[in-house]
C-alpha cells in the first residue's frame, strides 16, 4: 500500500483581516491674511474646524494621506459701523504613515480628530493659526480561505476503515467592505415669526440620530441635520437673529449586496456642507439651500453555518495530518445604548445673557475596556455655547465646557480572560439642547448614543492536507488482543478509537454503550480489530 493525498471538500468562505492598527499626529502651524476686501479683525467670536481627507493611497509598508484642515471665523469688525464678518481657508497636509505589511490593494479607514485648534490674533490683518490633528488608521486585507467540510473517500480506502470528525461552526462571511459618499439636498423656509435674511454670519451643520437600514439592493440613511445659524435680518441689519432647525434628512445609497437579511456596520461622517440664501418669488430672502456630503463607510456580511472537517483517522493505516490556523469571527453583538448628560453652566458676561445661538458638540472616546459581560467605555462630550449677550462691544459671546463620562454597554457571555474578541465602537450625539434658566445660566442636556458591533475570534485548525502512510504490520501483530481501558478526564469516545484504531460503533456494542457519552473513571474494553 503506497502512501497517498486524501483530497477535501472545500468551502471558500470570505472575511475581512484587519492587518493592523496606527495612529498619527499632525501639528498644523500658518499665518493666514485677510483678502482686501475684508473688514479688519477686533475680536475672535467664535471658530471651527474639519479635516477632509482628499487623498488615502496604500502602498507597500506606507500609508500616504492627503487632506486639509478646512477652519472658519467669525470675527468682530474693527470698522466704525462694529459689525460681524466671516473669514474661511484650508491648511494643507501630507503625511506618510509606516504600517508594516501594508500593500497596494489594502483598504484603510482614515478617523480624523481635532485634538487642538487655536486662532489668536498677530494683527487686524493676520492670523496665526494653530491646531493638533489625530488621525486613526485601521489597514485591512479581503481574505479568502478554503475551508475543508469532508474527505473525498479513496477508492483504495474502505468506507468502514476511514473515520472523520466534524463540528458546527457559525461564521460572518464577508459580503462588502466599502467607501462611498451620498449628497443630500433640500431646502428650508424660515419659520413666519422670523424676519429674512440680509447676511449669514455664521452656521454650524451636525448630524443627529443617524440611523441606517439595509433594504434589497440598498442602504437607507434617515435622522436629522441639525442647522444653527446667526445671520443679519432683511428688516433691520444692525440686528443679529439666531435661528435654530432640525431638518429630517433621508438618503440611500445603491449596494446591490444589501438586504434584510445581512449585519451591516455603518460610519457615517459629514465631510462637508453648505447653507446658502435663495431668494423667493417675493424677492425677500427667507428661502434656504442645504447641502451635506456624507462619507459613509460600511461593511455587510452574511452570517453562516459551516460544518468543518476537524480531525480524521483510517483503522488501516496512518493518517497524517497538517492543518492550518485561520480565524474566523462570530457575531456576539450589534447594539445601540443611550445614556443622558445634563449640565449646568454659568454664563461670565458684562451684560445679561439674552439668547442662545447655538449649542453644538462632539463626542470623543478615550479609552474602551473589556469586562465580564460588558465593554466599559469613558470619554468626554465637548460642548461649545454661542449666545448674545447685552453687551454692545462684544454683543455674540462663545464658551466651552468638557463633560467627562463613562458607561457600560452590555455583551451577554463577554469573558475576556477565556476569549479573543474584536469589536467596533462609534459615539454620536441623538440629541442636544440648553435653555436659559435665568440671565447668566444655562442647562444643556444630551443623549449621548453608543453603537457596538462584538465579535469573538474562533481560531479554526482548517485541515490543509491528510496524507496516508502504511502501518507497521509487525507493530500492530505484537498489540494485545484485548485491552481493559479507563477513561481519564476529558477524554472521548472519538479520542480512544482514534488512539486504538477503531471505530466509536464498535466500542459502543463492546461495552452496551447506547450513546458516545462517557465519564472519567469508566471502564471500557477494546477488541484489536488489526492484528
Not at 11 to 33: F, M, P, S, Y
Not at 387 to 395: F, G, N, R, T, V
Not at 457 to 465: G, P
Not at 502 to 512: D, F, M, R, S, Y
Amino acid at each position: 500500500m503506497e502512501a497517498e493525498n486524501l483530497e477535501c471538500e472545500r468551502r471558500q468562505i470570505h472575511v475581512i483581516c484587519e492587518k493592523g492598527r496606527a495612529t498619527t499626529q499632525i501639528t498644523l502651524d500658518d499665518d493666514h491674511n485677510l483678502a482686501e476686501y475684508k473688514p479688519d479683525i477686533l475680536k475672535i467670536v467664535e471658530e471651527k474646524g474639519q479635516v477632509r481627507m482628499e487623498e488615502i493611497k496604500v502602498e507597500p509598508d506606507v500609508v500616504r494621506l492627503r487632506g486639509a484642515l478646512h477652519f472658519e471665523v467669525l470675527y468682530r469688525c474693527a470698522a466704525e459701523d462694529g459689525g460681524f464678518a466671516r473669514l474661511s481657508g484650508d491648511l494643507p497636509f501630507q503625511e506618510h504613515v509606516r504600517m508594516e505589511g501594508a500593500q497596494e490593494y489594502d483598504s484603510v479607514y482614515a478617523d480624523p480628530q481635532i485634538e487642538d485648534l487655536s486662532m489668536t490674533l498677530i494683527n487686524s490683518r493676520k492670523l496665526s493659526i494653530r491646531s493638533l490633528l489625530t488621525i486613526r488608521l485601521e489597514l485591512r486585507e479581503p481574505c479568502v480561505h478554503d475551508m475543508a467540510e469532508s474527505l473525498i473517500q479513496p477508492r483504495a480506502v474502505g468506507a468502514d476503515n476511514l473515520q472523520t470528525f466534524t463540528r458546527q461552526v457559525d461564521a460572518m462571511e464577508l459580503l462588502v467592505q466599502k467607501k462611498d459618499t451620498s449628497r443630500f439636498r433640500t431646502a428650508i423656509t424660515l419659520p413666519s415669526n422670523k424676519p429674512g435674511v440680509q447676511e449669514i454670519l455664521w452656521y454650524s451643520l451636525q448630524p443627529r440620530g443617524i440611523e441606517s437600514r439595509a433594504e434589497e439592493g440598498m442602504l437607507v440613511f434617515s435622522g436629522e441635520i441639525f442647522v444653527h445659524m446667526v445671520y443679519r435680518s432683511a428688516q433691520e441689519p444692525d440686528q443679529l437673529q439666531c435661528l435654530e432647525l432640525a431638518v429630517p434628512m433621508q438618503t440611500q445609497l445603491e449596494v446591490l449586496e444589501a438586504d434584510p437579511q445581512v449585519t451591516a456596520w455603518v460610519r457615517v461622517r459629514l465631510n462637508g456642507g453648505e447653507l446658502e440664501t435663495d431668494d423667493s418669488f417675493d424677492g425677500e430672502e427667507r428661502q434656504l439651500q442645504l447641502e451635506a456630503l456624507l462619507e459613509i463607510d460600511y461593511t455587510l456580511w452574511q452570517e453562516r453555518s459551516l460544518t468543518l472537517l476537524e480531525d480524521a483517522y483510517a483503522t488501516d493505516r496512518q493518517l497524517n495530518c497538517v492543518r492550518k490556523p485561520v480565524i474566523l469571527q462570530r457575531l456576539m453583538i450589534k447594539n445601540d445604548s443611550r445614556f443622558r448628560l445634563n449640565e449646568r453652566m454659568e454664563l461670565e458676561t458684562k451684560g445679561a445673557v439674552l439668547q442662545i445661538c447655538s449649542c453644538t458638540g462632539d463626542v470623543q472616546v478615550e479609552e474602551v475596556t473589556p469586562a465580564a459581560g460588558r465593554l466599559e467605555v469613558s470619554g468626554l462630550l465637548r460642548l461649545r455655547l454661542l449666545y448674545i449677550a447685552a453687551d454692545d462691544e462684544m454683543p455674540l459671546v462663545t464658551v466651552e465646557k468638557m463633560l467627562p463620562f463613562q458607561e457600560s454597554v452590555e455583551v451577554p457571555g463577554l469573558d475576556p480572560d477565556t476569549m479573543d474578541i474584536s469589536y467596533e465602537l462609534e459615539a454620536g450625539i441623538d440629541q442636544l439642547s440648553s435653555a436659559l434658566l435665568d440671565q447668566s445660566q444655562v442647562e444643556c442636556k444630551a443623549q449621548i448614543r453608543l453603537c457596538v458591533i462584538v465579535f469573538e475570534n474562533q481560531t479554526i485548525q482548517n485541515m490543509e492536507t491528510i496524507e496516508t502512510v502504511p502501518l507497521d504490520a509487525e507493530q500492530m501483530r505484537n498489540l494485545p488482543g484485548m485491552v481493559g481501558y479507563i477513561v481519564k478526564n476529558g477524554e472521548t469516545l472519538w479520542d480512544i478509537a482514534k488512539r486504538y484504531r477503531v471505530t466509536i460503533p464498535q466500542l459502543q456494542a463492546w461495552n452496551g454503550l447506547e450513546t458516545e457519552q462517557i465519564q472519567p473513571g469508566d471502564k471500557l474494553m477494546i477488541v484489536n480489530t488489526i492484528g
